[in-house]
């Protein structure tokens, strides 16, 4: 399944100072019930697929709206896998993924390596509730070997709220975040596999700097990681739901294969300290510059 044609997809940002102060207001829900599901993949494409779209339907019997799954969640993080899974298997996958979200009528976030222009990507697939993919975000700021990064940063609507979305080692980049929300974005998914627990020295950063995105841009996250393993191997939980001032609403475990439902108060997500970007100091129109290279993809 493919997107419509980039042309017709993606717009540049041309939006006025007016706009990006009230895009808050715009029309929408005032609610966002959203879902974030810590997950344990293989290397068994079909077994992680199997599982992505059960939970698509656990969630949506819940009342979610959307969910995200952790990066790379339907191949494995796993550079082997990564590199030997097919165009066909991807495509075969995406359709039932597409499948399920229409079946019961919710968005997906869904982590996995994919092949698009003869480039091996680390991307997150966005589904609709009619089963169509809206955006291949590829992430920009790589820890792999494997991938080659993404060129581009977009806004989404689920529902109309505007929302974006980062990839793992893309949060320390604040610049992935405040364009977007300079853009419209309210809420921002953040799909991960990070360091393991044995890793310690970087847990706590972890979890600073996604704070740090959410408080610094007035908006939500919501933040899909993978679970440790029991031999301490894989990434170390801790999947969120942060709120716009920075507090941690909810934070998943260490070892569990955790879901988190959280209703969210789009009132809350003024992009304001976003927005004084734009409004005060010296570098107003940089940024206004820097939002014109965002897809707005209606």
């Keep these: 399944m493919k997107p419509a044609s980039l042309a017709a997809l993606f717009l540049l940002a041309t939006v006025s100072l007016a706009t990006w102060t009230s895009a808050a207001e715009s029309i929408g829900p005032a609610k966002l019930k959203v879902a974030a599901v810590q997950m344990r993949s293989t290397r068994n494409l079909a077994d992680n ?12 019997r819940a009342g979610a709206r959307v969910v995200a799954f952790p990066e790379c969640a339907l191949t494995g993080y796993f550079e082997d896998t990564a590199t030997n899974v097919t165009t ?4 075969q996958a995406e359709t039932q993924i597409a499948d399920a979200c229409k079946s019961v009528g ?7 390596a994919w092949r698009e222009d003869g480039k091996l990507l680390n991307s997150a697939l966005i589904f609709s509730p009619a089963g169509k ?11 792999e070997r494997w991938p080659q990064a993404g060129d581009h940063l977009s806004v989404f609507k689920i529902d109309g709220v505007p929302c974006s979305v980062i990839i793992c080692h893309d949060e320390r980049y604040p610049e992935l975040v405040r364009l977007p929300v300079l853009a419209g974005a309210q809420v921002v998914f953040y799909i991960s596999h990070e360091s393991g627990v044995r890793e310690e020295h970087k847990i706590g950063p972890y979890r600073a700097q996604i704070q740090a995105r959410a408080v610094e841009n007035t908006v939500f996250v919501v933040h899909a990681n993978a679970p440790a393993n029991p031999d301490t191997s894989g990434s170390h939980g801790h999947s969120r739901i942060i709120a ?3 507090n941690i609403a909810h934070e998943a475990t260490v070892f569990g294969e955790d879901v988190m439902i959280e209703t969210l108060d789009l009132k809350k997500a003024s992009r304001a300290n976003a927005v004084n970007s734009i409004k005060r100091g010296p570098l107003g129109d940089w940024w206004k510059d820097g939002v014109k290279r965002v897809r707005m993809i209606e």
Excluded: C
């Excluded at 066909?88 to 495509?91: F, G, H, N």
């Excluded at 955006?135 to 700021?141: D, F, L, P, T, V």
């Design 244 to 246: 716009p001032d920075g």
């Design 88 to 91: 066909t298997q991807l495509a």
């Design 49 to 60: 697929l199997a599982r992505i779209t059960n939970s698509i339907h656990t969630v949506a």
């Design 133 to 143: 993919v809206i955006e291949r975000y590829h992430k920009i700021q790589l820890a």
């Design 106 to 112: 919710i968005y997906a976030i869904v982590g996995s």
